[in-house]
């Protein structure tokens, strides 16, 4: 990209040239930007002083108006430029209220957003404290700073409760713990999500829902906002097979097809199993979940059954209570295959929520946990910009074996 230099009209050069009048540093231009910002505040507050009270200061119109000026309250400001001590007028009838530094407020907006901006990148609230310190020269309290991020939590609860789209071809259920006080104690709290992708192949997270304990009846009323909010059907919904998710899934969207994650089945499948047969055990169970077809993932099942249900025996249970939900990608095409064998793609997504509060060892509260997370979907989901690989293929292919859902 060329570059160009800033070109100044005519009046700013003037301003730059009084500007550089006794600046021997960057430092001194500061403090002259400084106070060029507290006095440009402080005659704009004259002027609405002026427009309130109708007449110029010193004015005669002003004798026996039945209002007049009183002097002046000061405040400090912080900005770009530090922090400034800001003269504002008072009218004697205590009528007076100013637009453009109005009540209570201490700091403008530009510093409220880096704060936000800070606290959505993952910087701790302590470290908020120091940076707003050694740039601004301003001392801020870490209330402060959660009663600012506090000012996201009406988006928040407007983004949880919008509406979805009626359809969505393919949902991922997955949970996050973070650690979280309650009652002088330290707790475990999930922070669930859904992460659906439409029928552009977009993704795109449904909504976040906390709770301290999974139950069948927590994943039915998630199941059930989803429903309320708009959507109607779900092709196939991807999940690690927590108890009673499929259960609620299921009577919800009677007609969703589940696929549980293989890389979890393969996870619990080696939890227990001795280090030198892991390699061997992983290799037999690809040939399961690797087979081109249903029949063969049949078949290599019972071969890993002879060789090795005597040894490890919970292996087996565990497949064979699974295998209906373990093998729903059997049904389908290579294109719909690889989006939906796994939970890769919420797990990505949980990878980054954690890049993102990775100096949040506890939260305080519900609220606070609802904060970072939804500042970090709102990070993480800017580079969502693409749909998901080779989707072209995989929506023609979904338009085939779906289409009676389309129609209904």
């Keep these: ?107 403008t907006d530009e510093i409220e957003q880096k704060i936000m901006a800070m606290y959505a990148k993952g910087v701790s609230q302590r470290d908020i404290e120091d940076h707003i310190r050694e740039i601004y020269g301003a001392d801020i309290s870490q209330s402060l700073v959660s009663k600012i991020t506090d000012k996201i939590l009406p988006e ?119 280090y030198k047969d892991r390699k061997e055990i992983c290799a037999d169970l690809k040939k399961i979940y690797g087979a081109v077809n249903l029949d063969d993932a049949e078949y290599a099942l019972e071969e890993f059954r002879e060789k090795w249900d005597k040894r490890y025996p919970s292996i087996l249970r565990s497949w064979d209570a699974n295998w209906a939900e373990l093998t729903t990608f059997f049904n389908y095409p290579q294109q719909i295959r690889h989006l939906i064998y796994t939970n890769n793609a919420i797990e990505a997504y949980h990878r980054m929520v954690r890049k993102f509060t990775k100096t949040k060892s506890i939260f305080p509260t519900d609220d606070s946990i609802r904060k970072v997370v939804f500042l970090s979907i709102r990070e993480i989901t800017k580079k969502w910009t693409m749909p998901a690989r080779d989707w072209a293929m995989a929506y023609s292919q979904i338009m085939i074996y779906f289409a009676d859902r389309f129609a209904a």
């Design 1 to 107: 990209m060329k570059r160009t230099k800033n070109v100044l009209s005519d009046k700013e050069k003037e301003l730059v040239g009084l500007l550089m009048q006794d600046c021997q540093s960057t430092g001194d231009i500061q403090a002259k930007m400084k106070r060029l910002f507290a006095g440009t505040i402080e005659q704009m507050l004259e002027a609405e002083m002026e427009e309130h009270l109708g007449y110029e200061k010193h004015s005669v119109e002003g004798n026996n108006s039945g209002n007049s000026r009183n002097g002046y309250n000061y405040k400090s400001i912080i900005s770009d430029y530090g922090e400034s001590e800001v003269a504002v007028p008072r009218d004697r009838n205590g009528e007076f209220e100013p637009r453009v530094l109005v009540k209570n407020q201490t700091r």
């Design 156 to 274: 928040v609860n407007e983004w949880q409760n919008r509406p979805l789209e009626s359809i969505y071809p393919i949902v991922y259920f997955d949970g996050i713990v973070f650690k979280s006080r309650k009652d002088s104690q330290i707790i475990n709290k999930c922070v669930y999500s859904v992460l659906g992708i439409d029928m552009n192949g977009q993704k795109d997270i449904l909504g976040i829902w906390l709770s301290e304990n999974e139950s069948a009846s927590f994943y039915a009323s998630i199941c059930s906002d989803l429903k309320k909010r708009g959507v109607s059907d779900i092709f196939i919904a991807c999940h690690d097979n927590l108890k009673g998710l499929g259960a609620a899934i299921n009577a919800v969207y009677p007609k969703t097809k589940q696929q549980l994650c293989i890389v979890h089945q393969i996870r619990n499948s080696t939890k227990f199993v001795y």
